[in-house]
């Protein structure tokens, strides 16, 4: 990993916000996904969140996903599931759902820990979900229609939010705030991504990258990933 590549994962991560996130409940069309992450991925989320009740949405996140490895996505069996994990993190979360107590995304403060739950494309957030989250918003429209697709809601509405955290100064960091695992896995993956794969394939430990971007590894480690098998 070249000096110039190490630098830009470093400021990259320095910029992170974990505690801004999308779950996406039972959003299921790949395009819509995709785009969810990689606006994710743009604003500085460092991870996403799946419901999908009978687990087929695994293989079809990663397949989405799998050309933005810098943005995790996690799973889960049940909107309860998911908004247990995300309010047990601090999260408010707020469903975007027009209803009589539902207000501008924009007067929403982002600042705060905060989730926005996004519905399935055609019949919207759950009952359940509805029942479960903290506040309802609207992105208020003028014209005929009455919706927007899911991705570019959900676009919107980080946007708002990275300007709300930009204002307080929530992405001039020096450093990172993710865990120094979380930051050491980045990377190696990301400056190395080869390697890092031939890792997994044989299921060794990631080494540690130093400040210079190098890894640091003794020989058995490479020695095992030069051996043929």
Known sequence: MNSTRYERIREMLARRQPDLTVCMEQVHKPH???????????????EVHAVWPDGR??????????????????????????????KGRGMQVLAT????????????????????LMGQEKTGITQEALDLADQDIIIPMTGMVQSLNVSVASALILYEAQRQRQNAGMY?????????????????????????????QKNLPYPHVNLQGEIEADAA??????SAK
Request: net charge negative; glycine share 4%; charged share 20%.
């Open 32 to 46: 819509n996904v995709s785009a969810i992450v990689r606006t994710a991925d743009a604003i500085g989320v460092h």
């Open 57 to 86: 949405l695994r293989p079809m996140v990663s397949s989405a996903a799998g050309s933005n490895s810098w943005v995790q996505v996690h799973t889960h069996h049940s909107i309860r599931d998911a908004v247990s994990h995300l």
């Open 172 to 200: 001039q960091r020096e450093s990172s705030v993710l865990p120094e695992d979380e930051q050491q896995r980045l990377l190696f993956e990301g400056g190395y991504p080869v390697l890092a794969r031939v890792a997994k």
């Open 97 to 116: 759902h027009l209803s009589d107590k539902a207000v501008d995304f924009r007067e929403i403060d982002y600042t705060r820990p905060t989730c926005i």
């Open 221 to 226: 480690w490479w020695a095992t990933m030069q």
